[in-house]
């Protein structure tokens, strides 16, 4: 195991984050969760899935109910996005 090096997540690259699932919480709304592979996700942010073309702002971005000022490459968030319900994003979407 020493002799293994971890691999290299660019975070230079457009954000691909697909999703594990996602969950309606009551009082913060949708929470869309999954690994970013590439890029960097960060509050402010809008963001479309894909393949259901839905554009929405990230409100918030936690890992591990700690809030976080960016995700990066590995990282397992969850993400609090404005005005899309639980309905218009799934499991599998980028």
């Given at each position: 195991?020493?002799?293994?090096?971890?691999?290299?997540?660019?975070?230079?690259?457009?954000?691909?984050?697909?999703?594990?699932?996602?969950?309606?919480?009551?009082?913060?709304?949708?929470?869309?969760?999954?690994?970013?592979?590439?890029?960097?996700?960060?509050?402010?942010?809008?963001?479309?899935?894909?393949?259901?073309?839905?554009?929405?702002?990230?409100?918030?971005?936690?890992?591990?109910?700690?809030?976080?000022?960016?995700?990066?490459?590995?990282?397992?968030?969850?993400?609090?996005v404005k005005n899309v319900?639980?309905?218009?994003?799934?499991?599998?979407?980028?």
């Amino acid at each position: 195991l020493d002799y293994i090096l971890p691999p290299t997540r660019p975070n230079d690259k457009p954000l691909r984050l697909p999703l594990q699932d996602v969950y309606k919480i009551d009082g913060i709304g949708t929470v869309p969760v999954g690994r970013v592979e590439t890029g960097v996700l960060k509050p402010g942010m809008v963001v479309t899935f894909a393949p259901v073309n839905v554009t929405t702002e990230v409100k918030s971005v936690e890992m591990h109910h700690e809030a976080l000022s960016e995700a990066l490459p590995g990282d397992n968030v969850g993400f609090n996005v404005k005005n899309v319900s639980v309905k218009d994003v799934r499991r599998g979407n980028v």
